[in-house]
């Protein structure tokens, strides 16, 4: 057996992981394990080595990432800069109980509409159920103040505030009267309601009158927590895999030239050794540290960083504030901040340009 050296093998780009787990299945049909060199990836020992990067998607590049609004009510299961997988709880809202006896008075429907306005403070309007809603009051939606919200546009249901509907939903208004009197009306989302919680109902002393909800990721990433006076915006960032050399896998192997050629024959993918016309070449110099370091082998001359955060913006692009007091104006980039994830945006403010220092969330393109 030869001494193992590094080798690569070339493909089309977009077929490195492909191509590595062919090569891995063959390597073990023909019993050749003992030639390879194992490259730890994670948790995982592996043959073939596909070189990537983690690269957290910036919030402002459309359809990239998963919002959650999260009032204080819930408890926050995240922290903010840490990863999640889809399916993993993210919050939870524990279920309410009732602070001392009482009878259900009455339970009447309507929905719950929560407009968001541009300085982040929420306001929650209640419609009868009964009433017909418009097509357009629906979550996204923007609003003006005086914009009915039924069909039949009756003055007692419009908006009073500017903003984005962030949350329509069915509720039960339940009216209950404790045992000392005292009357309270509570709301409850119509899917949270027990079953026992009905008109006439006699309920006691810490009986459930919201049972508990729970939010799960519907994505996997990295996630970014933002707090505001009504509520916290959980955003969960893709992280996406990116070829750090595209169209090429590497493998630390002693096989002999002829069981190279054979490892690589009749592949689907277009496999090659990169050598000479006659032969395979093993990779020397640089290019052989670069791999011992991304491998682990080779101590690397900066310690690991988090993932880089790809920006969706460039220096001198022009874009549109969409949070904090400066929220609607526009601007030019002067400057990106990759790592504190800001920009520095030039609006014009009482006839003067002004530099504003910004969250990369808190812009948008035009």
Known sequence: MQ?????????????????????????????????????????????????????????????????????YEYDLLVANNTRIQRGELLARKPPRHLPEAAEVLSVEPYWRITVETPNHTEKAYLVPQSKILRRDVRVGSRVRPGLPMTVDADERYSFDQQGEI???????????????????????????????VRVGAKLPAGAEIEQEHKIYAGASGLVKVREYKDKRVVTIQRIEKRRLI??????????????????VRGLE?????????????????????????????????????????????????????VEGPF??????????????????????????????RISLSGIEKI
């Open 3 to 71: 001494r193992k050296r590094w080798y690569a093998i070339q493909t089309h780009t977009g077929s490195e992981l492909r191509l590595k787990e062919e090569l891995e299945e063959r390597v073990r049909r023909l019993g050749w394990e003992k030639y390879f060199e194992p490259i730890r990836v994670g948790d995982r020992e592996e043959l073939f080595f596909v070189p990537v990067e983690e690269v957290v998607t910036s919030r402002s590049v459309r359809g990239r990432t998963t919002d959650y609004r999260v009032p």
């Open 166 to 196: 962030v949350a329509r939903e069915k509720v039960k208004k339940v009216t209950v009267r404790y045992e000392s009197g005292k009357e309270e009306e509570l709301i409850v989302p119509e899917a949270l309601l027990p079953p026992r």
């Open 246 to 263: 595209p169209g090429y896998v590497f493998a630390k192997m002693g096989l002999d030239e002829e069981q190279m050629r054979e490892l």
């Open 269 to 321: 993918r277009a496999a090659r050794f990169v050598g000479s016309r006659t032969a395979p070449v093993p990779i020397d110099g640089p290019e052989a540290t670069v791999l011992g370091r991304l491998t682990g082998g080779v101590a690397a001359p900066t310690p690991e960083g988090k993932p880089k955060v790809e920006v969706g913006f460039e220096v001198g692009e022009v874009v549109q504030i």
């Open 327 to 356: 929220a609607d104006f526009t601007g030019e980039i002067k400057e990106i901040d990759k790592e504190a994830e800001e920009a520095v945006v030039m609006v014009r403010i009482f006839g003067r340009e002004t530099p504003v």
